[in-house]
Nanobody, 119 residues
Framework: QVQLVESGGGLVQPGGSLRLSCAAS????????MGWYRQAPGKQRELVAV???????NYADSVKGRFTISRDNAKNTVDLQMNILKPEDTAVYYC?????????????WGKGTLVTVSS
């Protein structure tokens, strides 16, 4: 099994910055996609950013130009640099990883880290 542990959440003022980190551990065969989702109170969980093994990225329209996702394949880690934070960015942020084989794909989730942007 793969375990994902997030860190870096906290309280930040509007316009500030925060960096989230996630480390994967356990029995890992091959991780293709890694990324970040978030869920605000009363709303559905939504994609924030994903990055594949080769470094190709995809961002939600609401964070383009402000957030940057990166990964270290050797260490099985993924980071999310969040700049120019807005109150609407307040949410629990979840680390995501997809482990792929020739016959199956397994999704793994972290327990989440809270990001609060005060106003």
């Amino acid at each position: 099994q793969v375990q994902l542990v997030e860190s870096g959440g906290g309280l930040v003022q509007p316009g500030g910055s925060l960096r989230l980190s996630c480390a994967a551990s356990g029995s890992i065969f091959s991780i293709n996609d890694m990324g970040w989702y978030r869920q605000a109170p009363g709303k559905q969980r939504e994609l924030v950013a994903v990055i594949n093994f080769g470094g190709s990225t995809n961002y939600a329209d609401s964070v383009k130009g402000r957030f940057t996702i990166s990964r270290d394949n050797a260490k099985n880690t993924v980071d999310l640099q969040m700049n120019i934070l807005k109150p609407e960015d307040t949410a629990v942020y979840y680390c995501y990883a997809q482990e792929e084989t020739d016959w199956n794909a397994m999704d793994y989730w972290g327990k989440g880290t809270l990001v609060t942007v005060s106003s």
